[in-house]
């Protein structure tokens, strides 16, 4: 289930390391949306 859901994370929302992101200036949904693919894809990956 989680591969899947990695997979259309990727395709569908946006790369925050793309656009050069820096984490001290980001938006609490910025930040969120990194927290959420770090938690997908980890637990893709395990």
Do not use: C, E, H
Request: positive net charge; aromatic residues 8%; charged residues 30%.
């Amino acid at each position: 289930m989680y591969r899947t859901l990695a997979k259309l994370n990727k395709i569908v929302l946006p790369s925050m390391t793309k656009r050069r992101l820096d984490l001290a200036k980001a938006k609490k949904w910025q930040l969120a949306l990194i927290g959420y693919r770090a938690f997908v894809t980890k637990k893709a990956l395990g």
